[in-house]
């Protein structure tokens, strides 16, 4: 059977989120690479390397360490029955989120080339909220598979 609009204007608003956030991030990490002092090796560290941790640990930890997992699933659940991503006022607010965020990051890269540092921490930070994002998206189509949210979200 096919899905309720709601479930799937949420899941595609899920989807939509990570990848927004990752393309912001990306043009944070692009502009970086040209204002960071410290060369490119450095800036790539503070950009790419340790992020890359961050991002991978926060999508692992909640997808593997069950109570994280039951309860950032709730959440999702619970967001779906708010009505995210189902209704315009929802998802401009969720773009709006997200552009605060990057511009954020953009000040804080910013902050960073006037005090001279080479790294700016705050792209770790937005990478371990893209994981949180990206492991949100996956457990929504955990959902799917539990009997009693799936007579819930199936059309009939």
Known sequence: MAFTPAWR???RMQDLTVAAASLIYAAAAIDALGRLPGGPAIT???TLLWPAAYLGFSLAIPLLVTPLKR????YVWMSFQAGFGQTPGSVV???ALLLGAGLFTYEEV???VRAGQAGANVFSAYAAGIGILAAQAILARALERVPAIRAKIEER
Not at 71 to 74: H, M, R, T
Request: hydrophobic fraction near 55%; proline fraction near 0%.
């Open 71 to 74: 309860w950032l699933a709730k």
């Open 110 to 112: 910013g902050r960073a």
């Open 93 to 95: 607010l969720g773009v």
């Open 44 to 46: 790539l560290q503070w």
């Open 9 to 11: 204007n949420f899941k």
